[in-house]
């Protein structure tokens, strides 16, 4: 055993917050602290995390790989170190609200023939749940009822059926008695034509039947003038024989 300051083996960063389900990484570090340190031996203990990967830095030489399914791990640093060396990252998530943390055990840290001091600094995380923001709602207008226009209504034009004249069946009976009629209405008829005439001539077709009236009188003179002549002249000769 070299007795000398103690070497540190530590995780970076040693705390932060992280939602539920975020990924991050962290980092296993050795700090020497003047010693020459040549092989690291241990494992990881992860609580309340879920890891994704465990990726060795470079230059570093892997005896014992670690992995998320068997994180323990041997590795070699060429030519020893006596400066801060970053061993290997691991990327993990929390998967529930609380505490999550990163612890290393079973840890030998070797130098030039003999083992070194160590002390150990793990890492405590504070996962958080996912913050739900309800979706805004912006008000929604109702819109305006659409207007349908009112479809003409169809007016229909009722042609009246044409009339059917249904003949008169006259017996034989009553057809003689018309055929009797015709003869007396045929008279009248002519007398009204006659009456007519007469009155057109009265009045020499002028339609006053006072002109006509007077021209009656003077032609009833005229004629009894000339009948009243012709007796007198018959006789004469009568009494001259």
């Known amino acids: 055993m070299v007795y ?8 970076l960063p040693a705390s932060l917050n992280s939602p539920v389900g975020a990924p991050f990484n962290v980092s296993v570090q050795l700090n020497p602290v003047s010693n020459k340190v040549c092989v690291v031996k241990g494992a990881l203990v992860i609580n309340n995390l879920t890891c994704q990967s465990i990726t ?29 060396q970053n061993l290997f990252s691991v990327s993990v998530k929390g998967t529930q609200a609380g ?12 130098g030039v023939g003999a083992n070194v001091a160590f ?15 309800a979706p805004k709602t912006t008000p929604t207008s109702t819109p305006a009822p659409a207007i349908v226009p009112t479809p003409p209504v169809a007016t229909s034009t009722i ?10 069946i006259i017996s034989p009976e009553e057809e003689d008695k018309v055929v009797a009629v015709q003869p007396e209405e045929q008279k009248t008829k002519e007398g009204v034509s006659l ?9 020499f077709g002028t339609g006053k039947v006072g ?7 003077v032609i009833i003179a005229i004629i009894a003038y000339l009948i009243y002549s012709s007796i007198q002249k018959k006789r004469k000769n ?3 024989k």
């Open 56 to 84: 060795v830095a470079n230059g570093v030489m892997v005896q014992v790989a670690p992995t998320c399914a068997a994180p323990n791990f041997t590795l070699g640093i060429a030519k020893c170190v006596t400066t801060t």
């Open 4 to 11: 000398a300051d103690n070497s540190t083996l530590f995780v």
């Open 195 to 203: 009456l007519a005439s007469i009155g057109s001539i009265a009045t």
């Open 238 to 240: 009568s009494v001259k």
């Open 159 to 168: 042609t009246p059926a044409p009339t059917l004249e249904i003949p008169t």
């Open 119 to 133: 002390s150990l600094q793990g890492g405590v995380y504070n996962i958080s749940a996912i913050e739900i923001v």
């Open 99 to 110: 505490q999550g943390s990163i612890a290393l055990t079973d840890i030998k840290v070797i």
């Open 211 to 217: 002109v006509g009236i007077f021209t009656v009188i």
